[in-house]
Every structure is written in structure tokens, then in C-alpha cells.
């Protein structure tokens, strides 16, 4: 069993920065791949990010590419999403994932799923 509590979601201006983090419970995080997702309004759940269970792989959507970096702390059992130069468009529900295979997958479901930040970037 694995526990996901997102935190640092909150409202920025366009262009600032803010950055996400999941915490995760349980011994077995370094069995999980993670992946940063992302709901807005009337549209439907992306990938944003995911990060291989070692850290030495991780995967971008275009739209985020070159501004947001994931990463894993395993002695934080912690995973966070660095954003910078957000823009109007990043605004969401961001929700963190683990899933129990060396590289995320998302075509497949996630294992676990955190309850959710809330992202607001205003113009």
C-alpha cells in the first residue's frame, strides 16, 4: 500500500515559478515509477511528467518541455515537479501517480493516485 499526499499548488502569476511535491508512504516507493498528471476544466486527465523507478529515465509532454523538471528524492520518499515560465494554460488539478514498473506507463493504470494540488496561473 501506497499513500501519495500532493503539496505547493497554489496561484501564480504568468512567467513565475512554483513547485509540486508528492510524498509518498510506504517502504516498497523505490518499486514505483511516478508520474505527474495534470485535469483542467472540461478536459480530460494528460501526462505531464514520469520519472523511472531508478530516476535515470524520465518522460516530458511537449507542452511542458524545456519548463517543468521531475525528480525523486528516494531517502525523501518525495517526488517533485519543478515548473517555471508557467503560463495560463498550466492551470490544473495536478496529481501525482506510482506505478509498480520500472519505466511509468500510460497507457496502464496507476497503482496509486494522491488526491491532488490545484494550479492557478493567471495572466
Known amino acids: 500500500q501506497v499513500r501519495l499526499v500532493e503539496s505547493g499548488g497554489g496561484l501564480v502569476q504568468a512567467g513565475g515559478s512554483l513547485r509540486l511535491s508528492c510524498a509518498a508512504s510506504g517502504s516498497t516507493f523505490s518499486s514505483y515509477a511516478m508520474g505527474w498528471f495534470r485535469q483542467a476544466p472540461g478536459k480530460e486527465r494528460e501526462v505531464v511528467a514520469t520519472i523511472s523507478r531508478s530516476g535515470g529515465t524520465t518522460y516530458y509532454a511537449n507542452s511542458v518541455k524545456g519548463r517543468f523538471t521531475i525528480s525523486r528524492d528516494t531517502a525523501k520518499i518525495t517526488v517533485y515537479l519543478q515548473m517555471n515560465s508557467l503560463n495560463p494554460e498550466d492551470t490544473a488539478v495536478y496529481s501525482c501517480?506510482?506505478?509498480?514498473?520500472?519505466?511509468?506507463?500510460?497507457?496502464?493504470?496507476?497503482?496509486?493516485w494522491g488526491q491532488g494540488t490545484q494550479v492557478t496561473v493567471s495572466s
Open positions: 501517480a506510482a506505478q509498480r514498473r520500472y519505466l511509468y506507463d500510460a497507457t496502464f493504470g496507476a497503482d496509486y
